[in-house]
Every structure is written in C-alpha cells, then in structure tokens.
C-alpha cells in the first residue's frame, strides 16, 4: 500500500497550478479577467482571439485551481475572478500593467 502525505498531495496541487499559470493563453484570460470581469466566455474567446471550445478548456484548468469561478445565467456562462485565492494576489498586481 502506497501512502500518500498531505505534504505530497499539496505539492501536486501546487505544481498543477502553477503549471496552469505558465500557460500565455490562461495568462491572456486572467488579464481580461483583471480588465473587465465579470466576462462571458464567448466575449472572452472573441477578445482573446481564441475559439470558445479552446477558451472553455483554458478555463477549466483555471477553475480547477480556483482562480477564477463561473457562473450560469440564463444560456451565458459568466467568469470572475477568485480574488480571495492568496497566489492569484501575487499574480494579478503583474496583470495589471
């Protein structure tokens, strides 16, 4: 039987999210995000100049995270970012210029 520490399991969550950070294009959301949030995913793809399938995937791994949260409305899907997420502080400040 293979033990698995809540150190190990913490590092792999950590390494999956900045994994999710190192990616140009889930950078490209999370700017937009900072810009104008909350966004639709289809204004986001057109703004990002990304097809809303590949947009919905950058997000998934996004949300995954819990950098950003999505919310259904009617037939949109809304996105916000996850201000209360102590990495994405850190983030967000470079974001912004």
Known sequence: MHYTSQRDIHMRE???CLKALANERRL???RELVRREPITIH??????GLSLKSTS?????LVECDFIEREQ????VWCHLNRK???LQSFLSHLKK
């Open 28 to 30: 490209l959301i999370l």
């Open 57 to 61: 995937k950058h997000i998934q791994k």
């Open 85 to 87: 997420h102590g990495m």
């Open 14 to 16: 950590l390494t999956k």
């Open 43 to 48: 204004t986001l793809a057109k703004r990002i």
């Open 73 to 76: 409305k009617s037939s949109f």
